[in-house]
């Protein structure tokens, strides 16, 4: 465990940064910023990956998560602001403002695969960190949990979609609902298969 080795360093007050939603191409990005108490703690020995869980399983561990968090931090990128400034920037600059949003300084920053520039606290950079370190494993069903549940609430206010069933995501279904009742305001407009609809 990553966390392990910077814990034996002195680096108590450890972040994990992960993101939900970046490859939908509607509803927003969701960013979430998590400092465990204890990443070793036996009460987070089924925390991984947000994608290896069920719904279910990652329903039941967001408390569980949030319970045993020093502090943590949720923030939504609209569509708007994904068109206005790119995906990757905004996942970045989201990145960095969920950091500095948490109640706690951290001492170090772990983040799934993507560095995280202009910020003074140290931070790493992990391929496939959802997989190997706690931390950002646990932001990563933060981020999941509550992106899945805003999709849900949007789709009672565009049930044309099936939001509720695929979360925003290109599907067959998707992709048949957009062709037939069009783009919604939450699609993101930048995105190749909804800028060739809206060209059309």
């Known amino acids: 465990m990553i966390e392990e080795r910077l814990l034996k360093s002195g680096l108590l007050a450890i972040a994990g940064v992960d993101e939900a939603g970046r490859g939908a191409c509607a509803g ?3 960013i979430a910023a998590v400092i465990l108490k204890d990443p070793r703690s036996s009460l987070l020995k089924d925390v991984r990956d947000s ?14 998560i949030v319970e045993n968090a020093r502090a943590h931090y949720i923030l939504e990128i609209s569509p708007t602001e994904i068109d206005a400034n790119g995906l990757h920037r905004s996942n970045i600059e ?4 969920a950091i500095s949003a948490l109640d706690l300084v951290p001492d170090y920053v772990l983040t799934d695969g993507y560095e995280i520039p202009g910020i003074a606290i140290p931070n790493l950079a992990v391929w496939k960190g959802d997989q ?3 931390t950002i494993s646990a932001a990563s069903i933060i981020a999941k949990v509550h992106r ?3 999709m849900i609430d949007l789709d009672k206010k565009y049930p044309a979609y099936g939001f509720a069933e695929h979360k ?3 599907t067959r279904s998707h992709t048949a609902a957009l062709k037939s009742a069009g783009v919604s305001p939450i699609h993101r407009k930048s995105y190749a298969n909804i800028a060739k609809l809206l060209d059309a």
Do not use: F, H
């Open 28 to 30: 927003p990005l969701v």
């Open 168 to 170: 925003g995501y290109v």
């Open 148 to 150: 899945d549940k805003l």
């Open 132 to 134: 190997v370190a706690i």
């Open 94 to 97: 989201g990145m960095r403002r």
């Open 51 to 64: 994608k290896e869980l069920s719904p279910k399983n990652r329903e039941e561990l967001y408390p569980i």
